[in-house]
């Protein structure tokens, strides 16, 4: 956890705290990777600590401040679970969790013992809480319909539009903004992290991302030297090996190049893939536009099921084949 606020989050920190009378649910928003989470925990750290410091850190020192997270008994943090309709896959690849009903049923036990600590206040933190699945967000909507006293909800989230349209307007909305490029320099340094500038760009500039993205660096390898050779890749040779990350994490990579293929067919540069402009621009010059817009469609098509528990090499290697096409004359 941090111990400071990232300062690209500095402002949206004093704003909360201006606020004198928080609402009963607040929904954290922002692009993924730019520290919402640690964001959250230090919020909720400190509303629940005995006596802040003057810039509204938590002390460290109180009994709440070392009760936290794990032994808190106000403090409650909902994440996604495997569900048992993912069980039929028995593939070794990363499969898409939810919040279910469950949580929520226990969620709703827990409120109605009152609080332990004496200012009677609580936390329940609810992340990602677009992993909410239908069954949960109407059993976590009838709780927030009635709110128990002195309970803060905070649902955090990279994909507000994917909460139910009456969870989100209960919530007020705080939005976070990311690190500028430079902002995320400076943090990686701070941290004595090496990394490639090359892969700040691929992660749209989120230093967190790009943390992450240093451990899949050589699946992300594979599937770059693939894209990049256009029309001549060989579907059969594809080693599917790079699905350990998941379908979805692989989708993401194939739909950051497709978009950079259409960024360089109209400037001419690239965004996520940097070093590969040159590359990604010769095959603009020779992409097929309306194949390349409907091969986009196709990838958020099959990103909306990428977590089901569907033969994912075959829905891959069909990708492959279509994205082939895209360099195909109409
Ligand atoms: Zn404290």
Redesign the pocket.
């Known amino acids: 956890m941090m111990h400071s606020i990232y300062p690209w989050l500095q402002d949206a920190w004093n704003a909360m705290h201006q606020n004198k009378k928080l609402p009963h649910a607040l929904i954290f928003k922002g692009k993924e990777g730019i520290g919402k989470h640690d964001f959250a925990m230090t919020f909720a750290k400190s509303y629940l ?4 410091l003057a810039n509204y850190l ?5 009994v ?2 070392n009760w936290f997270p794990e032994s808190h008994p106000d403090f409650k943090h909902i994440a996604p679970v495997e569900s048992d309709d993912d069980e039929s896959s028995k593939r070794k690849t990363v499969r898409k969790k939810n919040i279910v009903i469950d949580q929520i049923r226990e969620l709703s036990e827990y409120l109605e013992l009152s609080a332990h600590q004496e200012k009677g206040k609580r936390i329940v933190l609810i992340e990602p809480a677009d992993a909410l699945n239908q069954a949960a967000s109407n059993a976590l909507l009838k709780i927030l319909e009635e709110p128990p006293e002195n309970t803060l909800f905070i649902l955090v989230t990279s994909q507000a539009q994917k909460l139910i349209a009456t969870i989100r307007s209960r919530c007020q909305l705080i939005d976070f903004r990311g690190p500028s490029l430079e902002e995320s320099r400076l943090f990686l340094t701070d941290e004595k992290i090496t990394y490639d500038e090359s892969l700040l760009s691929f992660t749209g500039g989120s230093p967190f991302s790009a943390i992450k993205e240093l451990e899949n660096q050589s699946e992300r390898d594979v599937i770059t030297q693939l894209l990049a050779q256009g029309h001549h890749i060989d579907v059969t040779k594809v080693n599917y090996g790079i699905l350990t990350q998941g379908l979805d994490w692989t989708l993401n990579i194939i739909q950051k190049w497709t978009f950079d293929l259409l960024l360089s067919f109209h400037t001419q540069q690239s965004y996520y893939f940097k070093k590969e402009e040159a590359r990604i621009h010769s095959q603009a010059k020779q992409l097929n536009l309306d194949a390349l817009l409907s091969f986009a469609n196709e990838l958020n098509a099959l990103k909306k099921i990428a977590s089901h528990p569907i033969n994912q090499e075959l829905q891959l290697q069909n990708i492959f084949i279509k994205f082939k096409q895209i360099f195909e004359p109409s």
Not at 49 to 52: G, H
Request: aromatic residues 0%; charged residues 10%; hydrophobic residues 0%.
């Open positions: 600590c005995q006596s802040p938590p002390c460290e020192t109180c709440s401040c």
